[in-house]
Nanobody, 128 residues
Framework: VQLVESAGGSAQAGGSLTLSCVVS????????MGWFRQAPGKEREGVAVIDSDGRVLFADSVKGRFTISKDNARNTTLYLQMNSVKAEDTAMYYC??????????????????????GGKGTQVTISS
């Protein structure tokens, strides 16, 4: 299984940014897929998750500003739409996948521990 994030990018506070992650080789029928981030000097923080039951969860810090979606056409692509971004959203963003659904113990977004698969990350910088 491989997860490859697109180039992150930069935006001004109040603006928008979209991250994408191509997931290949994932053949399990159940999943949770999502994003976590890590800012310099801070712990990793779960951001959002979507699972095969249709559940979508967000961290309180991004609720109402970020959306998560998944496109199954051709290649599975996971998206994170970031709106009304803030300087504190600046971080390295990682996509991750796990065979567990939310009700079966998917760690995201409460925790980032022990997800089955993860990408290498992409930098997001928000200027104030």
């Amino acid at each position: 299984v491989q997860l490859v994030e697109s180039a992150g990018g930069s935006a001004q506070a109040g603006g928008s940014l979209t991250l994408s992650c191509v997931v290949s080789g994932y053949t399990y029928s159940t999943y949770c897929m999502g994003w976590f981030r890590q800012a310099p000097g801070k712990e990793r923080e779960g951001v959002a998750v979507i699972d095969s039951d249709g559940r979508v969860l967000f961290a309180d810090s991004v609720k109402g500003r970020f959306t998560i979606s998944k496109d199954n056409a051709r290649n599975t692509t996971l998206y994170l739409q970031m709106n009304s971004v803030k300087a504190e959203d600046t971080a390295m963003y990682y996509c991750a996948a796990d065979r567990r659904t939310v009700v079966r113990g998917c760690p995201l977004p409460r925790s980032v521990c022990c997800m089955d698969y993860g990408g290498k990350g992409t930098q997001v910088t928000i200027s104030s």
